[in-house]
């Protein structure tokens, strides 16, 4: 079974930047679809951003609470996902999910068929 471990939270005052890692294990798994999730405290989880390949095209998606602050990228390499987040906000604070891309809407949770454990991500004001 796919097994999908994210990496790289923290603490991090208001402004700084994190890189979050979502490396696959187990069974070969290609992260060609991939999305990352948060849920803060007292929250329902949301979306946040999603790298989705479809037909030879790479589509970007981003909620618009990080447009132009955070960026999904792919190592093809590594065959890791990455979320760099800039200009972090205290808002931002939250567990941060990895998971990929089965079927459906790129903003529905129910889209994705494996998510990582998470990692948690605090900013400081």
């Known amino acids: 079974q796919v097994q999908l471990v994210e990496s790289g939270g923290g603490l991090v005052q208001a402004g700084g930047s994190l890189r979050l890692s979502c490396a696959a294990s187990?069974?070969?798994?290609?992260?060609?679809?991939m999305g990352w999730f948060r849920q803060a405290p007292g929250k329902e989880r949301e979306f946040v951003a999603a790298r989705i390949w479809s037909s030879g095209t790479t589509y970007y998606y981003y909620a618009d609470s990080v447009k132009g602050r955070f960026t999904i990228s792919r190592d093809n390499a590594k065959n890791t996902v990455y979320l760099q987040m800039n200009s972090l906000k205290p808002e931002d604070t939250a567990v941060y999910y990895c998971?990929?891309?089965?079927?459906?809407?790129?903003?529905?949770?129910?889209?994705?068929?494996?998510w990582g454990q998470g990692t948690q991500v605090t900013v400081s004001s």
């Open positions: 998971a990929a891309h089965s079927s459906g809407t790129y903003y529905s949770g129910a889209s994705y068929a494996h």
């Open positions: 187990g069974r070969t798994f290609s992260t060609y679809s």
